[in-house]
């Protein structure tokens, strides 16, 4: 009986080791799956990403190789630890539309509906403790999604300055080129030419009142989406979105991007769109606040509304059927001052803005109520798009982001 009793025990103590190691291996090869899913979905990520901004960057210029797409999702994995190609992983990306359906190539071309890149990874790797459980191996997954359009919002805080720049400025505007706002002119410093009296209102300046934004599809008082609250301002509310949050600025709201005209860039005869947000803006520039954008922001990148046309007041008011009427914090029905004017946007433009002691172009027009910057041709990934509209042919308009 003694012996039958030892023997009970010693399959119990065997039994038990085994449970302890099969504890201890679920732990540690646990973790390594853990950690296997972490890196192969920020190589999914990144990959996707990479493939997305390779169509996009050829997507006006007939369009991107297949073989360049590939390569790049094979760099960006190999870039965040995963070898695609390896006999342990398998992969497989797709072309999608704007609605997300799947496209099939026919040439060596992407598909020219492309407006995304699908990827799923698989990485198998060999168990170290589990296989006292018959679990030899474990395979981590994952899925990315990165997708290209128009950048249609441009979040809050994002920095975003209260400067509009017109549409004929910025799009096809070379990289890298440096321009000035000089009152009701926007000149390219090294060419020499200036566009003057921009949108048809020969006293706006381009100063823009964010505690003024009109758009026809959020005209509700309760509306979340609506921004309108006052339609006067002065020096010193612009300037709280000229400062920084941290030097006790306002944070900028988020800002809607309408349609751009068509043709673009513009071209007669052309087709003009209304949606979007419209931005009161005020008649004349404001010396104090130009200074404030130098102190501020010298040799940072920030970004800068983009007009297609201008509108007055008045006429806005006697045009319900297309604009109808705001409301204000109070409850009232206000259009701003019929001197002043409502900007279309339809874009932003990055500009890096210029350092006043090592640029002597911009130390010079300081005094001026001038604005000095340099053009950044980038793609502003920070903004919402929407794959679903045409891209313009213009890479600071559009953007590539992580979409699932």
């Known amino acids: 009986m003694i012996e039958k009793e030892r023997g009970q025990a010693m399959v119990l103590i065997v039994l038990g080791i085994v449970g302890l190691i099969a504890i201890v291996g679920l732990a540690l090869d646990g973790g390594q799956l853990h950690n296997n899913r972490r890196q192969l979905q920020n190589a999914a990520d990144a990959s996707a990403l990479a493939g997305a901004r390779v169509v996009l960057d050829s997507i006006c210029d007939g369009g991107a190789e297949r073989a360049a797409v ?15 190609t390896s006999p342990d992983a398998t992969y497989v990306y797709q072309y999608v539309d704007g609605a997300e359906n799947v496209l099939t190539p026919t040439t060596s071309k992407v598909p020219v509906d492309t407006k995304g890149i699908s990827i799923t990874m698989m990485l ?4 170290t403790f589990m296989k006292i459980v018959g679990q030899n191996d474990m395979r981590a997954s994952a899925f990315a999604l990165a997708m290209i359009g128009p950048v249609t919002q441009l979040p809050a805080g ?24 000089d009152n009701d002119r926007y000149c390219n410093l090294h060419s020499g030419e200036c566009i003057g009296d921009v949108g048809d209102a020969s006293s706006q ?29 002065n020096a010193a509310a612009i300037l709280d979105y000229i400062k920084p949050v941290s030097a006790g600025g306002k944070q900028s ?13 513009p071209a007669e005869p052309v087709t003009l769109y209304i949606d ?7 008649p004349g520039e404001i010396a104090s606040d130009a200074k404030e954008v130098f102190n501020y922001w010298a040799d940072q990148v920030v970004f800068l509304p983009v007009f297609d046309k201008v509108y007055a007041p008045n006429y806005m008011d006697d045009h319900d059927a297309l604009f109808p009427e705001p409301l204000i914090d109070s409850g009232a029905i206000k259009w701003p001052n019929q001197n002043q004017y409502m900007y279309h946007i339809i874009g932003f433009a990055a500009v890096e803005v210029c350092n006043p002691d090592i640029n002597p172009d911009c130390d010079s027009n300081l005094e001026q109520k001038v604005l000095v910057g340099t053009f950044k041709q980038v793609i502003i990934g920070q903004g919402q798009i929407d794959p679903t509209q045409p891209i313009p042919c213009s890479s600071a308009l559009t953007a590539v982001i992580l979409w699932k």
């Open 70 to 84: 590939s390569a790049a999702i094979k760099q960006f994995a190999h870039l965040n630890g995963v070898d695609i």
């Open 124 to 127: 198998t790797e060999t168990t």
């Open 158 to 181: 994002s920095n975003l300055l209260p400067i509009a720049v017109p549409d004929d400025v910025v799009i096809g505007l070379p990289p890298e080129t440096e321009f000035n706002i």
């Open 205 to 233: 300046r381009g100063w823009l009142n964010f505690d003024y934004i009109y758009n026809t599809a959020y005209c509700v008082f309760t509306d979340p989406l609506r921004r309108t609250h006052k339609a006067t301002t």
């Open 253 to 265: 709201p988020p800002i809607f991007m309408g349609t751009a005209p068509d043709p673009l860039p």
């Open 276 to 282: 979007g947000d419209f931005i009161h803006g005020e």
